[in-house]
């Protein structure tokens, strides 16, 4: 995350969180388009602890203590996280899917 201006809550991909990188809480009324950048404090580049706790769910406020902030004056940049340059292409949606149809225990058959 850089600045977190343009990150939305609800509808982006931003914890750090390998299984899941969507907020799970459900979006409050009024409040579908905040940003990242409203859960920190300007002044000390702190989470706002007490807004998390009010808006989402103990799992998901947990994940977003874990994260350091890294505030940075660039603007926010959303990345694809199956390749090593974060650019999405059909060829690394492609190798994704395939790799999670092959490790699907759903997949397997019994025996040789």
């Known amino acids: 995350m ?7 809550i609800w509808t982006n991909p931003w914890l750090h969180d390998p299984q899941n990188s969507y907020i799970v809480s459900p979006p409050i009324d009024g409040l579908s388009n905040l940003t990242v ?8 580049a702190t989470w706002n602890e007490t807004l998390i706790h ?30 090593k340059d974060g650019t999405f292409s059909k060829k690394s949606t ?19």
């Open 94 to 112: 492609y190798y994704h899917a395939m790799g999670n149809m092959v490790n699907s225990t759903l997949l397997h058959v019994s025996g040789n």
């Open 37 to 44: 950048n409203s859960l920190i404090h300007p002044t000390s």
């Open 54 to 83: 009010n808006l989402f769910a103990p799992i998901d406020a947990a994940k977003k203590f874990s994260m350091p902030i890294y505030l940075s004056h660039n603007p926010d940049k959303i990345l694809w996280k199956f390749t």
């Open 2 to 8: 850089r600045d977190g201006h343009k990150i939305k």
